[in-house]
């Protein structure tokens, strides 16, 4: 794994995510190919957020739609505490891949979900 930047790192901490996804996620996204993060960081409507299930109802932040079109927020459950790693990992960049994606498939008629797994996939972290 590739240390985070500091630039990085304070991007990621404005998400004020639980430690433990923090550590997750950062390990993910410091794993995307340069274009992909620079969608994400690029865009100001990108958010990550986590919640408990069991404190519903919960706050979702969002981030203001940009002009590219509405806003994109992964929201990831901190009962992923429970599973394993490659399990967690795989589940975050799966849900980034469908962010970046704008939860299409990567051509015309390409499921949305196997595109995900497929992209999650591309970037080392395959469907456990």
Same mark, same amino acid.
Request: hydrophobic content about 40%; aromatic content about 4%.
């Given at each position: 794994m590739t240390p985070?930047?500091?630039?990085l790192e304070d991007w990621l901490a404005s998400f004020s995510l639980e430690p433990f996804?923090?550590?997750?996620?950062?390990?993910?996204v410091t794993a995307l190919p340069p274009h992909v993060l620079h969608d994400f960081r690029s865009d100001p409507s990108f958010s990550l957020c986590d919640y408990e299930p069991s404190h519903l109802p919960a706050h979702i932040p969002l981030r203001s739609p940009s002009a590219r079109?509405?806003? &994109?927020?992964?929201?990831?459950?901190?009962?992923? &505490?429970? &599973?394993?790693?490659?399990?967690? &990992?795989?589940?975050?960049?799966?849900?980034?891949?469908?962010?970046h994606l704008r939860n299409a498939g990567r051509h015309a008629g390409?499921?949305?979900?196997?595109a995900a797994d497929s992209l999650a996939a591309d970037w080392g972290f395959p469907r456990p």
């Open positions: 985070a930047s500091p630039l996804l923090h550590t997750h996620v950062t390990v993910v079109g509405p806003s &994109r927020c992964v929201v990831l459950k901190r009962t992923l &505490r429970r &599973r394993p790693e490659n399990f967690i &990992r795989w589940v975050i960049a799966h849900e980034l891949a469908h962010a390409e499921d949305p979900e196997h």
